[in-house]
């Protein structure tokens, strides 16, 4: 605590400067206040009342906005609830956030993209097979081009 007056720096609250006897019995409450709120957030958390710490936090924020010990442990809560708030389907989308992707959902993704690829590169295979035999059954018989007889097993032709 420090003088407004004469910038003494107080080793404890007083209600009077040892040396320019100015009244300082505001910031004595003050500081008073602020010890009362950290003890009490500090016992709810060793009961494990975050509930009750939490608003203990937040009634010392009031008075110190800048308390640094108040401030750590309401930005830890705040950052928990963001968290849990975005880890919820519905949240994310009601976010604008893209839907989380789970492992399952990856692999069924993976798996579904090669099937799909396969039929895709089969039936392009097969419709570029039969218009090439459309195209053979269709000419002319001089202009066929009939694949050669197969030799057979003795090495010889028949």
């Not at 009490?40 to 009961?47: F, G, I, T």
């Not at 570029?128 to 059954?137: D, P, S």
Request: with cysteine; glycine share 8%; aromatic share 6%.
């Amino acid at each position: 605590m420090q003088c407004p007056q004469c910038q003494t720096i107080l080793s404890a609250p007083a209600r009077r400067c040892p040396k320019c006897q100015a009244d300082l019995d505001l910031l004595a409450d003050l500081a008073d206040r602020l010890r009362i709120g950290l003890d009490k957030a500090d016992s709810h958390l060793r009961d494990g009342n975050l509930h009750g710490a939490m608003w203990s936090y937040l009634h010392v924020l009031e008075t110190d906005p800048d308390n640094p010990l108040a401030r750590r442990q309401v930005a830890q809560v705040v950052t928990a609830v963001r968290q849990f708030d975005l880890s919820t389907p519905e949240r994310r989308k009601a976010a604008g956030l893209p839907p989380e992707v789970t492992k399952g959902a990856l692999w069924r993704r993976t798996i579904l993209g090669v099937v799909v690829g396969a039929l895709l590169f089969t039936g392009t295979f097969s419709m570029g097979f039969l218009a090439g035999m459309r195209a053979n059954w269709n000419a002319p018989p001089e202009e066929r081009k009939d694949p050669p007889a197969a030799d057979n097993a003795m090495g010889g032709r028949n």
